[in-house]
Structures are given as C-alpha cells and as structure tokens.
C-alpha cells in the first residue's frame, strides 16, 4: 500500500509561499529562493544541479537544428501569412467568416531542362491522390497553396536554380555521335512558357471563346458519328453504320471509351455524361475475355487516363488502375517482353496461338500509359514492367543502324524474323514512343533520346528516297538489303513526332524532314480520285513513269485513319503555316463526302479510287472519333492553348498525358 509519508521521489515546490502577499520584489524573490535552497537536502541539491547541467548539455547540442528549425517555420509561417491573409480577405467579402487555411510552405517552381542533363533514372513526381485538377492546375496549386505538398529541400533547388559552368554545358549542346541538341531552336512558344505567367491550358472548347467554321464543322461530325453509333451500337466496340449494328472486340465499349475526351475537348458535355455513367455502371473489366495488351492499353488505359486528366473525375482514375492490374499479367513471360493477349477476367495471358512472338510496336507502345498511371497510383510496378522492356531493347542486337525488327520472342526476349525494317505497321510507334517517353519524363532519359535520334538517322540513310517525277520525299521499306518503296499510311505519324522532337530541341534537320513528308502524305490523299489516302501506296522510282503514286488493288481501302490529320495538327502548330489547316479540311471534306452515311456514323471503304463506288466496309472504327476528328478540332483551332504542347504529349491513339514537371 502506498503510504503518503513514503516518498520515493524528490518534490521541488516553487510556488508562492501562503499567507505572503506577491509584490514582484528581486531581492524578496533572491531571498526567498536561497532560503528554499538551504532547506534541501544535500542529495536534492546535486540531483538539481546535475539536472541544470545536463539541462544544459542538451541544449548546446541541439541549437543548430532547434535554430534551423525556428528559421523554417519562420519562413513558412511568414510566406503562409500573406496567402492567410488573402484568404481572411477573400473570406471576408461575403461577410461571413470562413474557416482560414492552415499556413502554407511555397513550393519552388523547378524549371523543366532544356535539354537531357544527366542519365539518371527517372524519378516519378507523385501526386497527392486526393487532389484533384488536371496536372497544370496541380502544379500551380503546389506552388501557392497545396499545404500537403512535401516541402522541396531549398538547397537542392538553390542548385538547380543557379547552375555552375558544366550544368550549363550540359544543358545547352549534348552530342550523340556528332549529333548536336540545339536548345535555341525550342520554338518561341516553349520559352515564352518559361518566362511568362501563361493561363491555364484550356481543355474543352468551352474555354476557347468562338468556334470558327471549321471547329463546327467537325463538331457537327462527331455528331453525326456519335448518332449513329448511339442509337445501333451503344455500349459495344464498333458501329456498322450501313447495317446499323455493332462489331465487338473486346467487348468494353470500345469506341465509346476512345471518344470520352474527345466529347471532353469537343465540350460536347452531355453527350460526355451520358458516356460518363456508362462507364461506372456498365463497364465491365472483369469479364472472361482475351483483349489485345497493345490495343486495349492505347484506346482504353489511354483513354480513360486522359480523361481523367482533362476532367479530374476520379472515377476514371479508378477504371484506369483496374484495368492496369489486368493487364499486369502479360507481363508474366520468361523475357519480360510481354504476351500480346491477356484474359483480364481470369489474369492470365499468352501468345497469339501461331507464335511465341509478340509485334515490337505493340510491347514498345504502352509505356507512356503504364508510367503515367504509375504515376497517378504511386505504384511502381506499372513503370518497373513496362520499362524493363525498354531497357532490354535497348541492348538488343539485331537492329539495323537503330531499326527494330517486326517482331521479338516472349520466350527468348530475342528480336526474331530478323532483316526486315519498316516505319510501318508493327514497328511504327515504337519510334513514336521513344520520342514521346523522353518528353514525358522531362526530357531526362538518355537512352530513349538515343535510341530515338539513331533511329532517324537510320530512317534516313536506309529508309528515305524520292519518288519521281515530281520527286516527294517518302519512307520506304528494307528488307533483306532490298529497298521496296511502299509506305504505309500508318508511317504519316512521322512528320508529326518529327517536328514535336523539333519543337522539344532536336535539330532542325528533323524539321526539315517533317515538312518533305507532310507533303507526301497530303499528296497521297491529293493524287486519288476521292482525295482519301489508300491504306498503302507504292512510290514510283522510275524517271519515265507518269505517276508518283501507285496503289495495288489489296491496299485501295481506308479505314479512315488519323495519321495525315495528326501530323497537320502538329505541322500547324509548330510552324504556324495554314496551308496545313488548309488541308486538312480538304481532307474533312472528302470524308463526308465518300464515307458519311446517311443514318448516322462514318464508314471505311474498300475503294479509294472509285468515286462512284468507293464500296463501304460498314465498319466505323474507334479511333476515328478517338483521334481523327479529335485531331480535325485541334488542327483548326487558333487557340494553341488548346491542349498545350509544353504542357502535355498524345499517346498514339490521340489520348491526352500530361509532361511530368520533374
Ligand atoms: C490507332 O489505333 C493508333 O494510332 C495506332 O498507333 C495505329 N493504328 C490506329 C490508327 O490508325
């Protein structure tokens, strides 16, 4: 029992003492104290005195941190102020007051690289799941109010911001094989970004003010497109717009998904709501169904990221991480290199049933999906799979002057078939990819730069010839040391992703290059009699042929693909000649003019050089409202605001991902 005589501890009363009036007095106060100090005991006194030293001790020892930081919180406290103060302010307009925002520690704007600095792996910057906005928006929020933002270590920056000698080196000219990086040659447009406070990037058409003609025109055509397909295939992959019936794929509602932000950017709201609670409530991605990886990661993953981008509705962030974990089984393969075909109901995936392999493009263009949901998620393990294959076909042998083979072995993690080079169809946007990826990521990763830069020039001392007579600068194919001059409609994504390299830095050459085959691919819709490009055109060599352009019977067809309106847009753009715009609504036209049907939706044709029977496939596929008319809008729009190059890249189904501020 404890007993209050028994004390195992010392008591140290400091108080007043009762019955003793307080007057303040020092010498009362001085001694009262010594009187107190007598009456201890000796073993109180150096159990004090110990304690006041080892008092002591501590504190010496803990002022430079205590002192850094009172400094900081000083600082926070004082930076936060005057945002606290606004807010009271702002608070106070209505006359009532509202709760104040808890003091705020600036975030220092780090400035994107101009050029790729080091070859550091990148880090990703992780957003705050709970914050909504599109990544802009969140940028600028970190910046001024985001409270929960991590508080940068102001050294770092402080170095960042006052580069010494080498950095600038760096920064300025990086050489890759005599291969000069010219940072002047950033258009205007991304330096006057880092100068000026520029307006938040719109992102619908609501933003943009009046729409010209032209926007309306293609409005109206999505319009069009989406009746049909709303009234014979909602909810299905493909409208047959002559039959007025579906096609199904995958069975995920794939051109409604592909078409969400174009609705977005369109500001076609209520047709975009109406999409919207089909996919919460009807999107169904744990069905027993074997789906493509490449194709449902580029049109699905890559359309509801960008969407959630654009919108910041979060239920698409939602979908998007779904999906991502079904398709992660593909990547189950003794390589690394990825299966083409996953079962996203049961998690398992394989190859096609013919074959082992899987195509180089597809396995090589998914990357900038799976990072950007890394990103958004903060987990990892969607970059760690998809760069992995990066990092193998960087070291892989087998490729000619920076030229990817068609295929590569899930089993071997070897390219096979080898011999055979194209900017076609199974390779093609494996060099989109290496361009955008390094964009993406803040134009820091080394080796997808190189590899992209070898490419090109690849591309131009194997690929690239003239056609005669009126000599059009086009990409042909090699194989087995044969030149064959056939290009692929697909290979007119170039002169876009050429000139995007351009505007990022590259040489001008690139720009140069951009222009010769935008031509082409303008003259392969010009030359035929519909004025609509042929799914493959084969280049005449020969000085005593009449024609440049010739199409073989099996490659007459369109299937109204977005490669020529891509790379105008991006041609506009960048150069700002309207010759582009010019043609691409040449080009719009002859869409409705040979593929509109009448009940609603768009149709491929079996015939580009028949005018009077250009044959209708009855197929209307997804990206034609995914990209071709997303692509349409944005080459005819004056807001270059209007989803900002400096501010974000396309996937290659036209699928909106924003550049990471690293
Ligand atoms: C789209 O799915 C993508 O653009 C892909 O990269 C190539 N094929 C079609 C469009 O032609």
């Known amino acids: 029992m404890y007993s209050p005589q028994q004390r195992d501890f010392i008591s140290v009363t400091l108080g007043n003492q009762a019955g003793r009036n307080y007057d303040n007095s020092k010498t009362w106060r001085r001694q009262s104290c010594w009187r107190k100090w007598k009456q201890l005991s000796r073993l109180q006194r150096s159990l004090i005195s110990f304690l006041f030293v080892f008092m002591m001790f501590c504190g010496i020892a803990a002022y430079p941190s205590l002192s850094e930081h ?16 606004a807010f009271q302010d702002e608070s106070h307009q ?10 705020i520690v600036p975030a220092v704007d780090v400035p994107l690289p101009r050029a790729p600095p080091n070859t550091q792996p990148q880090k990703l910057r992780r957003p705050n799941p709970n914050k ?44 890759w094989r005599r291969m000069e990086i010219e940072p002047e040659r950033v258009t205007a447009a991304l330096s006057d970004t880092k100068k000026e406070e520029k307006p938040l990037p719109n992102t619908n058409a609501k933003g943009t003010g009046a729409l010209n003609e032209r926007q309306k025109a293609v409005i109206e055509a999505f319009q069009h497109a989406w009746k049909g397909y709303k009234q014979y295939a909602w909810g299905h992959d493909e409208l047959k717009p002559i039959s007025k019936t579906y096609s199904e794929w995958f069975g995920l509602g794939l051109t409604l998904v592909d078409a969400l932000d174009t609705m977005w950017i369109l ?56 999906l991502g974990n079904r398709l992660l089984p593909a990547f189950s393969t003794p390589s690394k290199i990825p299966y083409s075909d996953v079962n996203i109901g049961r998690g398992t995936a394989h190859p096609p049933r013919w074959t082992s392999d899987s195509t180089v493009a597809e396995v090589t263009s998914i ?62 946007s494996y060099y989109e990819y290496l361009l955008k990826q390094w964009i993406q990521g803040g134009r820091k990763e080394a080796d997808l730069l190189e590899d992209y830069l070898h490419a ?66 303008y003259q392969m819709y010009a030359q035929i009699e519909t004025g609509l490009s042929p799914e493959i055109v084969h280049f005449n060599l020969s000085p ?39 043609w691409g609504w040449e080009i719009l036209q002859n869409f409705n003019k040979y593929t509109r049907v009448g009940t609603g939706g768009y149709t491929s044709i079996n015939n580009v050089r028949s005018p009077e029977n250009p044959e209708p496939r009855d197929k209307m596929e997804s990206f034609f409202l995914g990209e071709t008319l997303k692509y349409f809008f944005l080459l005819f729009s004056d807001d270059f605001n209007l989803i900002n190059l400096d501010q974000y890249i396309f996937n290659t189904e036209a699928h909106v991902l924003p550049i990471w501020i690293t």
Not at 141 to 167: F, T, V, Y
Not at 377 to 406: C, F, N, S, W
Not at 483 to 502: E, I, N, Q, Y
């Open 132 to 175: 909504r906005g599109p990544p802009f928006l969140q940028n600028r929020l970190s910046k001024k109010e985001n409270a929960e933002e991590p508080k940068i270590n102001k050294k770092e920056n402080e170095a960042e911001a006052i580069p010494n000698d080498k950095d600038e080196e760096r920064n300025n000219i990086i050489s």
């Open 456 to 521: 090109i020039e690849g591309v131009k001392k194997n690929l690239i010839r003239k056609s005669e007579p009126s000599k059009l600068t086009f990409v042909g194919e090699l194989s087995h040391n044969q030149f064959s001059p056939k290009m692929d409609h697909l290979v007119c994504f170039l002169p876009g992703t050429l000139a995007l390299g351009a505007h990022h830095g590259l040489t001008a050459d690139h720009m140069e290059l951009a222009k010769e085959l935008m031509e082409t691919c």
């Open 544 to 582: 005593h042929n009449g024609k440049d352009v010739e199409v073989k019977p099996a490659d007459r067809h369109n299937l109204l693909r977005p490669e020529t309106v891509e790379s105008l847009f991006y041609m506009y753009r960048l150069t700002r000649d309207k010759k582009y715009q010019n």
């Open 94 to 103: 209505d006359g009532e007051l509202k709760q104040v925002k808890p003091a």
């Open 267 to 322: 500001g076609q709201k209520e047709e975009f709501e109406e999409a919207k609670k089909w996919v919460i409530n009807e999107l169904n991605l744990g069905k027993n169904v074997d789906v493509n990886l490449f194709e449902t990661t580029i049109r699905i993953l890559g359309g509801l990221l960008s969407t959630y981008n654009l919108t910041s509705d979060k239920v698409f962030l939602d979908k998007a991480s779904e």
């Open 367 to 428: 990357q900038l999906e799976f990072r950007e949901l890394s990103r958004l998620t903060k987990e990892d393990k969607y970059q760690t799979a998809v760069d992995e294959v990066m990092k193998r076909i960087h070291k892989l042998g087998g490729k000619k002057d920076g030229l990817v083979p068609m295929f590569i072995n899930t089993n071997s993690g070897q390219f096979s078939h080898l011999g055979v080079y194209t900017l076609g169809a199974r390779a093609d």
């Open 70 to 85: 009172w400094k900081d919180t000083l600082y926070s406290v004082t930076a936060g102020d005057a945002q606290v103060k």
